[in-house]
């Protein structure tokens, strides 16, 4: 099972781009927070999301930065070369 489930703040606003096939990205912060040796920490890390079709739209529509979002879905990662030859992970 490939099942992802996020809880985080909006880092900017929905893009969405083509207009057939629309895509709607954004970035999404979750944020984790422990002690370490007697010190606070907190653990930032950073989503890319991407969403399609008719959900992408309402997505666009309703969801601003800064918005806490509770998102569903799978996860997905692909692998491409640079302009310099360099394996990057998306």
Partial sequence: MNKQILLGRVGKDPEVKGTENKVTKFSLATSE???KNGEKVEDTQWH???????????LAQYVKKGDLLY??????HRKYQDQDGNDRYI
């Fill in 33 to 35: 927070r422990y002690t």
């Fill in 48 to 58: 890319n999301v991407v969403s399609f079709g008719r959900v992408g739209e309402v």
């Fill in 71 to 76: 998102l569903e879905g799978k996860t997905k």
